[in-house]
């Protein structure tokens, strides 16, 4: 069975970091565009960033640039986002996407829940 | 960045009627050199993650049902549900990915 599983959320001061996983089983990454989307609650989807397969391209939101890394291990089969200075308006589900390319295509993991609040 | 403008932001729909949900992109998404829009269409219900119906503005996905349609080219895009079902109450996304950042319109809440 195809799937992603995001770890690693949780209740975190402002300021401070967390790091989000995403495990992918019944198929390898390796070939696939890595996304990251996030959804504040009761909001729209808001696109994070992205890596491509060797991880030699990636691509962020603005508002998340100098403050967020995404990377991934393709041995390990997972995908990281390091997530530092942490504010209020980061307090989202951040959902895991493998796809293709830029059309986000493919699989979606259920999502890790992410709280910024003192 | 290219603004993604859904309108409009909810229906109210009963079954079996026509639902239209436009969408504008700020610069146009309709790539010349191989004639293709980037713009996708995301259906999310609650709970879930969001599922694609639309790629490249009206090719549809497969299992997606046939009254669910996507039309437009360049900067205007409608996702057209032609006889509402109760399993088609969702928030509707429009999307592009032509350029980074990639992004979505602020949904469109359809009820019945």
């Known amino acids: 069975e195809v799937q992603l599983v995001e770890s690693g959320g949780g209740l975190v001061q402002p300021g401070g970091s967390l790091r989000l996983s995403c495990a992918a089983s019944g198929f390898t990454i390796s070939t696939y565009w890595m996304s990251w989307v996030r959804q504040a609650p009761g909001r729209g989807l808001e696109w994070v960033a992205n890596i491509n397969q060797d991880g030699s391209e990636k691509y962020y939101v603005e508002s998340v640039k100098g403050r967020f890394t995404i990377s991934r291990d393709n041995a390990k089969n997972s995908l990281n986002l390091q997530m530092n200075n942490l504010r209020a308006e980061d307090t989202a589900v951040f959902y895991c996407?493998?796809?293709?390319?830029?059309?986000?295509?493919?699989?979606w993991g259920q999502g890790a829940l992410v709280t910024v609040s003192s | 960045d290219i603004v993604m403008t859904q309108s409009p932001d909810s229906l109210a729909m009963s079954l079996g009627e026509r639902a239209t949900i436009n969408c504008k992109s700020s610069q146009s998404v309709l790539y010349n050199s191989n004639n293709k829009n980037y713009l996708a269409w995301f259906q999310q219900k609650p709970g879930q993650p969001p599922k694609l119906l639309i790629s490249?503005?009206?090719t549809r996905e497969s299992g997606v049902p046939d009254r669910i349609s996507g039309s437009g080219s360049g900067t205007d895009f409608t996702l057209t549900i032609s006889s509402l079902q109760a399993e088609d109450v969702a928030v509707y996304y429009c999307?592009?990915?032509?350029?980074?950042?990639?992004?979505f319109g602020g949904g469109t809440k359809v009820e019945i």
């Open positions: 490249w503005a009206s």
């Open positions: 996407v493998a796809s293709g390319g830029f059309l986000l295509r493919g699989y």
């Open positions: 999307q592009q990915y032509y350029s980074a950042p990639l992004t």
